[in-house]
Nanobody
Framework: QVQLVESGGGLVQPGGSLRLSCAAS????????MAWYRQGLGKQRELVAR???????NYANSVKGRFTISRDNAENTVYLQMNSLKPEDTAIYYC???????WGQGTQVTVSS
């Protein structure tokens, strides 16, 4: 069955960095378009970044220049490198296989001093 397992979340100070990972299984990863979403407390879930099967990327305006999405097809893993983190980046971050109903369980990112 399809599984998306996120890791790498945690507590970080403003200006710090985190790298999230999403390990995928149960489908042909190298032809899948993938994305990271986030949901802050009391807010709607929003798209953070997406990457096509060919490696094309798109970002939310709020994270452009700070976050980088990438993928390793040999490892069936998609990453989100987050730099210059701000308190408003605090949220649960979810991995998503685009065009399907498959979501990961989420990983908490908290940016606070």
């Amino acid at each position: 069955q399809v599984q998306l397992v996120e890791s790498g979340g945690g507590l970080v100070q403003p200006g710090g960095s985190l790298r999230l990972s999403c390990a995928a299984s149960g489908f042909t990863f190298n032809i899948a378009h993938m994305a990271w979403y986030r949901q802050g407390l009391g807010k709607q879930r929003e798209l953070v970044a997406r990457i096509s099967s060919g490696g094309a990327t798109n970002y939310a305006n709020s994270v452009k220049g700070r976050f980088t999405i990438s993928r390793d097809n040999a490892e069936n893993t998609v990453y989100l490198q987050m730099n210059s983190l701000k308190p408003e980046d605090t949220a649960i971050y979810y991995c998503y296989r685009m065009g399907t109903s498959y979501w990961g369980q989420g990983t908490q990112v908290t940016v606070s001093s």
